[in-house]
């Protein structure tokens, strides 16, 4: 399985980007797809979780700004960013758990007047 992760680029404090993660095959039997990012010098986190049945988790950091979501029919996990700011600032990477744990390569996210 291949993990594809686009969208990502310069954006101004406030502003909205909109991630995608396309699998290379289907997504309904993952047990969950999530979102993690990478700040210069820090480690990786989880920003969101989206399981099976639709139940999602978000970090603290994140929560009522990012909205995850998957597309079964397109294969599809989508990463809603809005009001962002600069410590959203990270390369972005998607994950997928299907009796093996599938990574993407990540997407550069920039947060920057």
């Known amino acids: 399985v291949q993990l594809q992760a686009s969208g990502g680029g310069l954006v101004q404090p406030g502003g909205s980007l909109r991630l995608s993660c396309a699998a290379s095959?289907?997504?309904?039997?993952?047990?969950?797809m999530r979102w993690y990012r990478q700040a210069p010098g820090k480690q990786r986190e989880l920003v969101a979780h989206i399981t099976k049945d639709g139940s999602t988790i978000y970090a603290d950091s994140v929560k009522d700004r990012f909205t995850i979501s998957r597309d079964n029919a397109e294969n599809t996990v989508t990463l809603q960013m809005s009001s962002l700011k600069p410590e959203d600032t990270a390369v972005y990477y998607c994950?997928?758990?299907?009796?093996?744990?599938?990574w993407g390569q990540g997407t550069q996210v920039t947060v920057s007047s």
């Open positions: 994950n997928g758990y299907l009796n093996f744990l599938y």
């Open positions: 095959q289907s997504i309904f039997s993952f047990d969950f």
